[in-house]
Nanobody
Framework: VQLQAFGGGLVQAGASLRLSCAAS????????AGWFRQAPGKEREFVAAINWSGYSIGYADSVKGRFRISRDNDKNTVYLQMNSLKPEDTAVYYC???????????????WGQGTELTVSS
């Protein structure tokens, strides 16, 4: 599975942005998917995850109520809608898929290259 994340950029605080993660090479309809992020000088952290059906969804406390993860299995794509962005959301965002739904990055087998988001105050 190859994953390509895109949609990052430079935005002002309070703005909205949607990240996309397009999969190729294999359908990801039976895979869980997750978004993680890594800010400069910090470890990679969990942002959001969705199971294969979309029935189970989880968010980090820091983004709960502002971000929304979704998927379109027909398009083999996972999305992360980000609203009310804050400067502390600045990071490189990575999408990932794996056979097991969870909040731990070690549960995910395939990773995209990351897309960078900068939120200015």
């Amino acid at each position: 599975v190859q994953l390509q994340a895109f949609g990052g950029g430079l935005v002002q605080a309070g703005a909205s942005l949607r990240l996309s993660c397009a999969a190729s090479g294999r359908t990801i309809s039976s895979y869980a998917a997750g978004w993680f992020r890594q800010a400069p000088g910090k470890e990679r952290e969990f942002v959001a995850a969705i199971n294969w059906s979309g029935y189970s969804i989880g968010y980090a406390d820091s983004v709960k109520g502002r971000f929304r993860i979704s998927r379109d299995n027909d398009k083999n794509t996972v999305y992360l809608q980000m609203n009310s962005l804050k400067p502390e959301d600045t990071a490189v965002y990575y999408c990932s898929v794996g056979r097991e739904y969870g909040l731990d990055h070690r549960q995910y087998e395939y990773w995209g290259q990351g897309t960078e988001l900068t939120v200015s105050s």
